[in-house]
């Protein structure tokens, strides 16, 4: 069984940092999945970023030339500098196994982190 637990979220103003870690254990494959997937208060749950284990990376237009995402399925990273009051949400890890594309909505997904918040504000 897959587990994943994040860590690194908090508050900070606009136009600052955070960096989200996610620790994972549990694959029975090495090909795998990782994402950040974040659901803002009133909203769906909305894939930000991917990676997978054949080194491609996906992001949301909206965090385009802000936010890195780095890692495997041991540990990923979520690298967001330029934060905006929209990118208020809460974050959390996901990771699907035995796959050879990335989920393309988020209930694709079969694991998942506790979540964390972040929150941009002055």
């Known amino acids: 069984e897959v587990e994943l637990v994040e860590s690194g979220g908090g508050l900070v103003q606009p136009g600052g940092s955070l960096k989200l870690s996610c620790a994972a254990s549990?694959?029975?494959?090495?090909?795998?999945?990782m994402a950040w997937i974040r659901q803002a208060p009133g909203k769906e749950r909305e894939t930000v970023a991917t990676?997978?284990?054949?080194?491609n990376i996906e992001y949301t237009d909206s965090v385009k030339d802000r936010f890195t995402i780095s890692g495997d399925n041991a540990r990923v990273y979520l690298q967001m500098d330029n934060l905006k009051a929209e990118d208020t949400a809460i974050y959390y890890c996901?990771?699907?196994?035995?796959?050879?594309?990335?989920?393309?909505?988020?209930?694709?997904?079969?694991?998942w982190g506790q979540g964390t918040q972040v929150t941009v504000s002055s």
């Open positions: 549990g694959f029975a494959t090495s090909s795998y999945c």
């Open positions: 996901a990771a699907q196994q035995w796959v050879y594309l990335c989920p393309a909505d988020p209930r694709g997904f079969g694991f």
């Open positions: 990676i997978d284990s054949y080194g």
